[in-house]
Protein backbone atom coordinates (compact mmCIF):
# COMPACT_ATOMS: atom_id res chain seq x y z
CA UNK A 1 0.00 0.00 0.00
CA UNK A 2 1.75 3.53 -0.87
CA UNK A 3 0.71 6.66 0.99
CA UNK A 4 -1.85 9.25 0.80
CA UNK A 5 -0.80 12.66 1.12
CA UNK A 6 -3.33 15.51 1.31
CA UNK A 7 -2.31 19.04 -0.28
CA UNK A 8 -0.27 19.83 -2.99
CA UNK A 9 3.12 18.44 -1.76
CA UNK A 10 4.65 17.92 -5.20
CA UNK A 11 3.79 20.45 -7.63
CA UNK A 12 6.84 22.55 -8.45
CA UNK A 13 9.03 20.65 -6.10
CA UNK A 14 11.29 18.87 -8.06
CA UNK A 15 12.44 15.49 -6.82
CA UNK A 16 15.96 15.12 -6.33
CA UNK A 17 18.34 12.89 -4.98
CA UNK A 18 21.97 12.37 -5.10
CA UNK A 19 24.10 8.69 -5.07
CA UNK A 20 27.82 9.38 -5.18
CA UNK A 21 30.35 7.38 -6.27
CA UNK A 22 31.53 4.77 -4.33
CA UNK A 23 35.54 3.60 -4.56
CA UNK A 24 37.17 0.34 -2.91
CA UNK A 25 39.96 -1.66 -2.81
CA UNK A 26 40.33 -5.72 -3.70
CA UNK A 27 43.26 -7.10 -3.27
CA UNK A 28 46.27 -5.31 -4.93
CA UNK A 29 44.15 -4.25 -7.82
CA UNK A 30 42.10 -0.39 -7.77
CA UNK A 31 38.72 -0.83 -8.54
CA UNK A 32 36.81 2.75 -9.29
CA UNK A 33 32.77 2.44 -9.78
CA UNK A 34 31.89 5.42 -11.50
CA UNK A 35 28.31 6.49 -10.77
CA UNK A 36 27.08 8.09 -14.34
CA UNK A 37 23.19 7.78 -13.21
CA UNK A 38 21.19 10.19 -14.43
CA UNK A 39 19.23 11.24 -11.00
CA UNK A 40 15.72 11.42 -10.05
CA UNK A 41 14.61 10.43 -14.51
CA UNK A 42 11.05 10.77 -15.02
CA UNK A 43 10.20 7.61 -17.06
CA UNK A 44 6.25 8.88 -17.38
CA UNK A 45 4.69 12.10 -16.82
CA UNK A 46 0.97 12.82 -17.96
CA UNK A 47 -0.43 16.78 -16.95
CA UNK A 48 -2.80 16.84 -19.81
CA UNK A 49 -1.79 20.40 -20.74
CA UNK A 50 -1.23 19.41 -24.25
CA UNK A 51 -4.83 18.49 -25.35
CA UNK A 52 -7.67 20.07 -26.07
CA UNK A 53 -10.47 20.51 -23.43
CA UNK A 54 -12.93 17.65 -24.48
CA UNK A 55 -10.48 14.65 -25.19
CA UNK A 56 -11.01 11.09 -24.73
CA UNK A 57 -8.22 9.75 -26.61
CA UNK A 58 -4.53 11.78 -26.50
CA UNK A 59 -3.43 10.42 -29.96
CA UNK A 60 0.25 9.80 -28.79
CA UNK A 61 -0.80 6.20 -26.87
CA UNK A 62 0.24 7.36 -23.72
CA UNK A 63 -3.51 6.05 -21.72
CA UNK A 64 -6.18 5.29 -23.03
CA UNK A 65 -9.64 5.37 -21.51
CA UNK A 66 -11.90 2.34 -20.79
CA UNK A 67 -15.74 3.89 -20.29
CA UNK A 68 -19.00 2.29 -20.33
CA UNK A 69 -21.57 3.01 -23.01
CA UNK A 70 -23.21 5.80 -20.99
CA UNK A 71 -20.03 7.58 -20.61
CA UNK A 72 -18.94 9.85 -23.19
CA UNK A 73 -22.32 9.40 -25.52
CA UNK A 74 -25.86 11.15 -24.80
CA UNK A 75 -26.33 12.92 -21.99
CA UNK A 76 -23.11 15.41 -22.17
CA UNK A 77 -23.17 16.10 -18.59
CA UNK A 78 -21.99 12.16 -18.16
CA UNK A 79 -18.14 12.58 -18.87
CA UNK A 80 -14.94 11.43 -18.48
CA UNK A 81 -12.06 13.83 -20.76
CA UNK A 82 -9.76 16.83 -20.81
CA UNK A 83 -11.06 19.75 -19.27
CA UNK A 84 -9.93 23.01 -17.92
CA UNK A 85 -10.70 23.62 -14.33
CA UNK A 86 -9.59 26.77 -12.95
CA UNK A 87 -6.50 27.06 -15.43
CA UNK A 88 -5.46 23.56 -15.18
CA UNK A 89 -6.09 21.10 -17.77
CA UNK A 90 -7.32 17.92 -16.07
CA UNK A 91 -9.18 14.34 -16.44
CA UNK A 92 -12.48 14.87 -15.23
CA UNK A 93 -14.47 12.35 -14.52
CA UNK A 94 -18.37 13.73 -13.90
CA UNK A 95 -21.47 11.29 -13.19
CA UNK A 96 -20.21 8.48 -14.56
CA UNK A 97 -24.09 6.63 -13.68
CA UNK A 98 -22.36 4.71 -11.00
CA UNK A 99 -20.50 2.72 -13.39
CA UNK A 100 -16.67 2.14 -12.80
CA UNK A 101 -14.09 4.11 -15.84
CA UNK A 102 -11.02 3.74 -16.25
CA UNK A 103 -7.71 5.46 -17.28
CA UNK A 104 -5.02 3.38 -18.30
CA UNK A 105 -1.41 4.69 -18.91
CA UNK A 106 0.76 3.12 -21.57
CA UNK A 107 3.03 -0.04 -20.56
CA UNK A 108 6.00 2.00 -19.00
CA UNK A 109 9.49 0.72 -19.27
CA UNK A 110 11.41 0.81 -15.87
CA UNK A 111 14.04 -1.95 -16.34
CA UNK A 112 17.40 -0.43 -15.87
CA UNK A 113 16.07 1.67 -13.05
CA UNK A 114 15.91 1.79 -9.14
CA UNK A 115 14.83 3.96 -6.19
CA UNK A 116 11.42 3.85 -8.70
CA UNK A 117 8.10 5.09 -7.31
CA UNK A 118 5.26 6.68 -8.42
CA UNK A 119 2.81 9.32 -7.54
CA UNK A 120 -1.20 10.49 -9.00
CA UNK A 121 -2.37 13.59 -8.27
CA UNK A 122 -5.96 14.29 -7.72
CA UNK A 123 -8.63 16.03 -6.60
CA UNK A 124 -12.51 15.74 -6.55
CA UNK A 125 -15.74 18.26 -5.67
CA UNK A 126 -19.40 17.53 -4.95
CA UNK A 127 -20.78 15.63 -1.72
CA UNK A 128 -19.71 12.09 -2.24
CA UNK A 129 -21.10 8.96 -1.22
CA UNK A 130 -19.94 5.87 0.41
CA UNK A 131 -20.61 4.22 -3.39
CA UNK A 132 -18.40 7.22 -5.25
CA UNK A 133 -14.54 6.20 -5.26
CA UNK A 134 -11.20 6.90 -7.17
CA UNK A 135 -8.87 3.88 -6.70
CA UNK A 136 -4.90 3.62 -7.44
CA UNK A 137 -3.77 0.47 -8.94
CA UNK A 138 -0.88 -0.82 -10.94
CA UNK A 139 -0.16 -3.92 -12.47
CA UNK A 140 3.71 -5.24 -12.90
CA UNK A 141 4.82 -6.87 -16.16
CA UNK A 142 1.61 -7.27 -17.44
CA UNK A 143 0.81 -9.51 -14.11
CA UNK A 144 -2.43 -8.89 -12.20
CA UNK A 145 -3.66 -5.54 -11.07
CA UNK A 146 -2.81 -4.08 -7.83
CA UNK A 147 -4.99 -2.04 -5.35
CA UNK A 148 -2.19 0.70 -4.38
CA UNK A 149 -5.39 2.85 -2.83
CA UNK A 150 -8.96 3.41 -2.36
CA UNK A 151 -10.47 6.59 -1.32
CA UNK A 152 -14.26 6.48 -1.71
CA UNK A 153 -16.84 8.95 -0.01
CA UNK A 154 -16.13 12.77 0.56
CA UNK A 155 -12.20 12.26 1.48
CA UNK A 156 -11.01 15.88 1.12
CA UNK A 157 -12.94 19.60 0.90
CA UNK A 158 -13.77 20.52 -2.55
CA UNK A 159 -10.95 21.20 -4.90
CA UNK A 160 -8.04 20.06 -2.45
CA UNK A 161 -5.63 17.98 -4.28
CA UNK A 162 -4.18 15.18 -2.75
CA UNK A 163 -1.19 13.00 -3.84
CA UNK A 164 -1.00 9.36 -3.65
CA UNK A 165 2.56 8.07 -3.83
CA UNK A 166 3.51 3.99 -3.96
CA UNK A 167 7.05 2.97 -3.83
CA UNK A 168 6.55 -0.84 -4.10
CA UNK A 169 6.72 -2.41 -7.29
CA UNK A 170 9.42 -3.82 -9.34
CA UNK A 171 10.26 -5.88 -12.92
CA UNK A 172 10.65 -4.15 -15.59
CA UNK A 173 7.40 -2.47 -16.88
CA UNK A 174 4.41 -1.00 -14.89
CA UNK A 175 0.94 0.65 -15.98
CA UNK A 176 -0.72 2.49 -13.62
CA UNK A 177 -4.56 2.37 -14.45
CA UNK A 178 -7.24 5.32 -12.19
CA UNK A 179 -10.42 3.45 -11.25
CA UNK A 180 -12.80 6.10 -11.06
CA UNK A 181 -17.40 5.94 -9.97
CA UNK A 182 -19.62 8.53 -9.31
CA UNK A 183 -23.10 9.04 -10.16
CA UNK A 184 -24.16 12.83 -10.04
CA UNK A 185 -23.74 16.29 -12.17
CA UNK A 186 -22.55 17.90 -9.20
CA UNK A 187 -19.66 15.12 -8.85
CA UNK A 188 -16.58 15.36 -10.67
CA UNK A 189 -13.17 13.25 -9.72
CA UNK A 190 -10.36 15.01 -11.39
CA UNK A 191 -6.89 13.01 -12.27
CA UNK A 192 -4.35 15.83 -12.60
CA UNK A 193 -1.05 14.65 -13.01
CA UNK A 194 0.70 10.99 -13.20
CA UNK A 195 4.32 10.74 -13.02
CA UNK A 196 7.00 7.77 -12.74
CA UNK A 197 10.12 8.40 -11.40
CA UNK A 198 13.71 6.56 -10.59
CA UNK A 199 17.34 6.81 -10.75
CA UNK A 200 18.94 4.98 -13.89
CA UNK A 201 21.47 2.04 -11.88
CA UNK A 202 24.77 3.15 -12.47
CA UNK A 203 27.12 2.58 -15.19
CA UNK A 204 30.30 0.52 -13.79
CA UNK A 205 34.02 0.97 -15.27
CA UNK A 206 36.68 -0.62 -14.08
CA UNK A 207 40.09 0.11 -14.07
CA UNK A 208 42.52 -2.47 -12.06
CA UNK A 209 46.11 -3.16 -12.39
CA UNK A 210 45.71 -6.40 -14.46
CA UNK A 211 43.82 -4.33 -16.88
CA UNK A 212 47.43 -2.07 -17.34
CA UNK A 213 49.37 -3.56 -20.17
CA UNK A 214 52.57 -2.33 -20.33
CA UNK A 215 53.84 -0.75 -23.77
CA UNK A 216 56.59 -2.66 -25.32
CA UNK A 217 59.82 -0.88 -24.98
CA UNK A 218 61.19 0.95 -28.54
CA UNK A 219 63.92 -0.75 -29.64
CA UNK A 220 67.46 0.81 -28.99
CA UNK A 221 69.61 0.98 -32.03
CA UNK A 222 73.40 -0.05 -30.65
CA UNK A 223 76.66 0.92 -32.65
CA UNK A 224 79.00 -2.42 -32.60
CA UNK A 225 82.32 -1.98 -31.21
CA1 LIG B 1 -26.51 10.96 -15.99
CA1 LIG C 1 -2.83 19.85 -15.82
CA1 LIG D 1 -16.25 16.85 -1.66
CA1 LIG E 1 -22.66 9.89 -5.45
Redesign the pocket.
Known amino acids: MGSFTRGDVRRGIPVTRSGPGVTCAIASATVLLASTAALGDTLYSEDFEAYTNQTIDPGNGKWALITTP?VNDG?P??YIRVETVSADKVLDAQ?L?GSNQIFRTRNIDISGYTNLLFWVRMDEAGVMEGTDYIQIHFATNSGPLILSTNVTADFVPDNAEFTHTNTTFGGTNIQIEVHVRN???TENHRIEEVVVEGDLLPTISIISAAQIVPRARPAIATLGV
Open positions: TDADDNNAA
